[in-house]
């Protein structure tokens, strides 16, 4: 079983400081990573994504994140944030691959949410 | 580029009526995944179909069914609501079961039970 811990409930944040939003995972298997934001009622936009490769990811909108294996972590950030930036960002794990007896990867375990709100 | 299309965006429905979640993929996407996400809640992965099979299942409750068409849309069937049941309903699709080939969300379905 996977699981996935957002660190961060709620992270406030001034307008143009740099947001790191925590995120650690637990998995047996070798994993894929991923973020996802959420703008209020909306759907959500994935950010970025770590498959394989290189360990620095960059996505969207000015966001990266670092896939650290050993601390099993993939934590977000951007140097300058906006105000547009404020919405609940969601880290989530799915197993990597695909087996030969068949189980489904592609399930998306969510961690919790963290809220980023920036002020002006 | 085509998106995954639910319908209908918005439904309100009583206690212990029925409700239909439509999902139509990305052309050429064989898998379906469906989550829930309740109010202030993270997403939860109720259930995946690939080639028209169930492939995976969640936490998705007895009352819940769903199926994957041969035109690969597939549909969640609520019956027996309850105000639990209240959340916003995600389906996903991709070009078979790994992460790695185009996974793509939809907008989203928000079932109002009352």
């Known amino acids: 079983a996977q699981s996935v811990t957002q660190l961060d409930s709620q992270v406030p944040v001034f307008e143009e400081a740099p947001v790191e939003l925590r995120c650690n995972y637990s998995?047996?298997?070798?994993?894929?990573l991923f973020w996802y934001v959420q703008y209020p009622n909306q759907g959500l936009q994935l950010l970025l994504k770590?498959?394989?490769?290189?360990?620095l990811v960059k996505g969207i909108n000015g966001f990266e994140a670092e896939f650290n294996k050993s601390q099993t972590s993939f934590h977000l950030r951007k140097p300058s944030v906006h105000i547009s930036d404020t919405a609940e960002y969601f880290c989530?794990?799915?197993?990597?691959?695909?087996?030969?007896?068949?189980?489904?990867?592609?399930?998306?375990?969510f961690g919790q949410g963290t809220i980023l709100t920036v002020h002006p | 580029a085509a998106g995954v299309i639910q319908s209908p965006r918005h439904l309100i429905k009583e206690k212990r009526e029925t409700a239909t979640l439509k999902c139509y993929p990305i052309?050429?996407?064989?898998?379906v995944y469906w989550y829930q996400q309740g109010p202030g809640q993270d997403p939860q992965f109720l259930i995946s179909?690939?080639?028209?099979?169930?492939?995976d299942k969640g936490s998705i409750p007895d009352r819940f069914s769903a199926q994957q068409f041969s035109d690969y849309h597939s549909e969640l069937n609520m019956s027996s609501l309850e105000l639990g049941d209240s959340a916003l309903y995600f389906c996903?699709?991709?070009?078979?079961?790994?992460?790695?080939?185009?996974?793509?969300f939809g907008s989203g379905t928000r079932l109002t039970v009352v």
């Open positions: 998995s047996s298997v070798s994993v894929y």
């Open positions: 989530a794990v799915s197993d990597a691959g695909f087996n030969a007896g068949g189980t489904s990867y592609g399930k998306l375990t």
């Open positions: 770590y498959l394989s490769g290189s360990t």
């Open positions: 996903a699709s991709s070009l078979g079961q790994s992460m790695a080939y185009g996974y793509t």
């Open positions: 179909f690939y080639e028209k099979m169930q492939s």
């Open positions: 052309p050429r996407h064989d898998t």
